[in-house]
């Protein structure tokens, strides 16, 4: 075979491969190549997606103000003023509380979806957003914040340090503590976090592997994947990494912990880096793929922003870290996003990895779509 023919074969071969990539997650890196403006396109595509099909808002609870976290770091990014009053609308429906008794006499904080778990932390994620639309809007009005004040400043006032019993719970609150320090002044509220989180790392922390297990019930010999291996829920660690990211940017450089903590931001991010598949995404068990194989979109988009906010903020190596970036947003905006601004793949509302679990492009939630917002407001301010 002579070398012109040779050429033709090769380039027909490259062809197919590219045509073929179009059905399947793409598995090579590729450097990101969208303008900010371009970013903000995205971030307007899926959010105006979600709200225009979600006019009636929802409760307080942990999925719904999941999202509310997402959009408020879209707001910031975009000053787009229907993101603002879509949030404003659902504050005010939930009278900016969360779980709403008040006998303090009752107030639980295991797990229940009622009003009277108050000091659950499920029902107190709520407040990361009510206390950023009190700083947005001016800070003219107390009563946007008075819940968070009377409801955190109570559960600071018991003697419980075991508030903190799921890894999702550290995203739920931890940044409502940062957020009402930096607000209060009162020391109470960092002290208290490392007080809560210390509990929380004796649980589910494995420092072997650098990773949080999603409770007591998962910690690995009692717990196994289905290779036998340590069971990390992706979505799980991915609440900490992006809780991590959000509770060191909030903390003045003089708080005593906050070297602790991006340390162990930056110990995380070395082992997710090492378990971040060749497509881009994470499994839903990170270290054993074959336990539940596939893309999943919510823990992928909250690594994404964790890694992306290091990188910007100068925590995390750009030469070391960029590339798993590049992979992982290219998941996100060529494969989990699709072309109505859906945003798919996103294991539905559970707490670990399930073994054939269908997650496919029509699983969507609107934690998960809040995951994705924070990852593209922050890639937005990573490219020119």
Same mark, same amino acid.
């Given at each position: 075979?002579?070398?012109?023919?040779?050429?033709?074969?090769?380039?027909?071969?490259?062809?197919?491969?590219?045509?073929?990539?179009?059905?399947?997650?793409?598995?090579?890196?590729? #450097?990101?190549?969208?303008?900010?403006?371009?970013?903000?396109?995205?971030?307007?595509?899926?959010?105006?997606?979600?709200?225009?099909?979600?006019?009636?808002?929802?409760?307080?609870?942990?999925?719904?103000?999941?999202?509310?976290?997402?959009?408020?770091?879209?707001?910031?990014? $975009?000053?787009?003023?229907?993101?603002?009053?879509?949030?404003?609308?659902?504050?005010?429906?939930?009278?900016?509380?969360?779980?709403?008794?008040?006998?303090?006499?009752?107030?639980?904080?295991?797990?229940?979806?009622?009003?009277?778990?108050?000091?659950?932390?499920? %029902?107190?994620?709520?407040?990361?957003?009510?206390?950023?639309?009190?700083?947005?809007?001016?800070?003219?009005?107390?009563?946007?914040?008075?819940?968070?004040?009377?409801?955190?400043?109570?559960?600071?006032?018991?003697?419980?340090?075991?508030?903190? %019993?799921?890894?999702?719970?550290?995203?739920?609150?931890?940044?409502?503590?940062?957020?009402?320090?930096?607000?209060?002044?009162?020391?109470?509220?960092?002290?208290?976090?490392?007080?809560?989180?210390?509990?929380?790392?004796?649980?589910?922390?494995?420092?072997? =592997?650098?990773?949080?297990?999603?409770? #007591?019930?998962?910690?690995?010999?009692?717990?196994?994947?289905?290779?036998?291996?340590?069971?990390?829920?992706?979505? *799980?660690?991915?609440?900490?990494?992006?809780?991590?990211?959000?509770?060191?940017?909030?903390?003045?450089?003089?708080?005593?912990?906050?070297?602790?903590?991006?340390?162990?931001?930056?110990?995380?991010?070395?082992?997710? #880096?090492? =378990?971040?598949?060749?497509? *881009?995404?994470?499994?839903?068990?990170?270290?054993?793929?074959?336990?539940?194989?596939?893309?999943? $979109?919510?823990?992928?988009?909250?690594? $994404?922003?964790?890694?992306? %906010?290091?990188?910007?903020?100068?925590?995390?190596?750009?030469?070391?870290?960029?590339?798993?970036?590049?992979?992982? %947003?290219?998941?996100?905006?060529?494969?989990?996003?699709? =072309?109505?601004?859906?945003?798919?793949?996103?294991?539905?509302?559970?707490?670990?990895?399930?073994?054939?679990?269908?997650?496919?492009?029509?699983?969507?939630?609107?934690?998960?779509?809040?995951?994705?917002?924070? #990852?593209?407001?922050?890639?937005?301010?990573?490219?020119?």
């Amino acid at each position: 075979m002579n070398f012109k023919n040779s050429f033709f074969i090769l380039m027909a071969s490259v062809s197919l491969a590219v045509v073929g990539c179009k059905s399947t997650v793409v598995q090579q890196r590729t #450097a990101i190549k969208q303008s900010k403006k371009e970013v903000i396109s995205i971030i307007d595509k899926v959010n105006s997606r979600w709200q225009d099909t979600h006019p009636e808002l929802g409760n307080a609870f942990w999925n719904v103000a999941a999202y509310h976290t997402g959009n408020m770091e879209a707001y910031k990014v $975009t000053q787009n003023k229907k993101y603002l009053d879509y949030s404003m609308a659902w504050a005010e429906k939930n009278q900016w509380m969360g779980a709403k008794s008040k006998d303090k006499s009752e107030w639980k904080y295991n797990y229940g979806e009622n009003d009277k778990h108050v000091l659950f932390g499920d %029902w107190q994620i709520c407040f990361q957003t009510y206390i950023d639309l009190y700083n947005f809007t001016g800070k003219n009005d107390p009563n946007k914040i008075a819940r968070a004040r009377e409801v955190m400043e109570y559960e600071m006032s018991t003697a419980a340090n075991d508030y903190w %019993w799921w890894v999702d719970g550290l995203y739920m609150v931890m940044p409502v503590m940062t957020k009402l320090h930096k607000i209060t002044g009162n020391e109470m509220y960092l002290e208290k976090l490392h007080t809560y989180l210390t509990h929380a790392n004796g649980i589910m922390y494995d420092d072997e =592997a650098k990773l949080y297990f999603r409770d #007591a019930k998962y910690v690995y010999p009692k717990h196994k994947s289905a290779n036998g291996k340590k069971d990390f829920w992706a979505r *799980g660690d991915g609440w900490i990494f992006a809780g991590y990211a959000k509770i060191i940017q909030d903390l003045p450089n003089s708080s005593k912990h906050k070297k602790e903590y991006i340390s162990r931001f930056k110990d995380m991010a070395k082992a997710l #880096a090492n =378990a971040q598949q060749k497509e *881009g995404y994470w499994t839903r068990s990170i270290l054993d793929p074959e336990h539940a194989p596939g893309p999943e $979109t919510s823990g992928t988009a909250f690594f $994404t922003y964790g890694f992306l %906010w290091g990188i910007n903020n100068g925590i995390l190596d750009k030469k070391t870290y960029l590339p798993v970036v590049e992979k992982s %947003w290219n998941y996100l905006i060529t494969f989990a996003l699709q =072309a109505d601004g859906t945003v798919g793949y996103v294991q539905p509302i559970g707490e670990k990895a399930i073994p054939g679990q269908v997650v496919d492009k029509n699983s969507t939630s609107d934690f998960g779509v809040g995951a994705f917002l924070l #990852a593209a407001s922050e890639m937005s301010r990573f490219v020119k």
